[in-house]
T-cell receptor, first 112, second 112 residues
């Protein structure tokens, strides 16, 4: 039981490049989330998926897109990376509304 | 926008001492959760307290909730060096489907 896994662990991009961050959970959770963590800012919600087939914007969605590929997988795409997207990205899942969140280990992204 | 705000931002204590962290929030909530983050890792859930509960215990952790003051506190008793981490409160607010909003965290350093 791996919980929530994220790939890659580290990534360096040049401005304008694109990439997809992958997230998968093996706990049969309905809901999945993408957060970014910046120094002094705590965690901010980018996008979430309440259930398979649905996605919604969070607090800071600009510059990102998401895909809920199936119940297990939720990916985050940066179409044209900007230095302001340098951050640590966390994926999380939960089994129900108002439940406990389980976090992945994070992806540290640097955009130069 | 940040719903919860932790206080203090940083706390340094000796092993064996108690550590108290506070969280204030702005709107009514359904529940409030506390998470721990070790350096370079994902967040790990510690404890959840519902809006109709006033106090909850889990091992060396004690959480209180005062909905009239919109505040919560996390007490860690008999701290150990392994408790060194950042601690975040997260609030679940509103009707319908709800996501967690995290504060900026308290960084706890426990010295041997």
């Amino acid at each position: 039981n791996a919980g929530v896994t994220q790939t890659p662990k580290f990534q360096v991009l040049k401005t304008g490049q694109s990439m997809t961050l992958q997230c998968a959970q093996d706990m049969n959770h309905n809901s999945m989330y993408w957060y970014r963590q910046d120094p002094g800012m705590g965690l901010r919600l980018i996008y979430y998926s309440a259930s398979e087939g649905t996605t919604d914007k969070g607090e800071v969605p600009n510059g990102y897109n998401v895909s809920r590929l199936n119940k297990r997988e939720f990916s985050l795409r940066l179409e044209s990376a900007a230095p302001s997207q340098t951050s640590v990205y966390f994926c999380a899942s939960s089994d129900r509304d108002r439940g406990v969140y389980y976090f992945g280990p994070g992806t540290r992204l640097t955009v130069t | 926008s940040q719903q919860g705000e932790e206080d203090p931002q940083a706390l340094s204590i000796q092993e064996g001492e108690n550590a108290t962290m506070n969280c204030s929030y702005k709107t009514s909530i359904n529940n409030l959760q506390w998470y721990r983050q070790n350096s370079g890792r994902g967040l790990v859930h510690l404890i959840l307290i519902r809006s109709n509960e006033r106090e909850k215990h889990s091992g060396r952790l004690r959480v209180t909730l005062d909905t009239s003051k919109k505040s919560s506190s996390l007490l860690i008793t008999a701290s150990r060096a392994a408790d060194t981490a950042s601690y975040f409160c997260a609030t679940d607010a509103g009707s319908g489907y709800s996501t967690l909003t995290f504060g900026k965290g308290t960084m706890l350093l426990v010295s041997p």
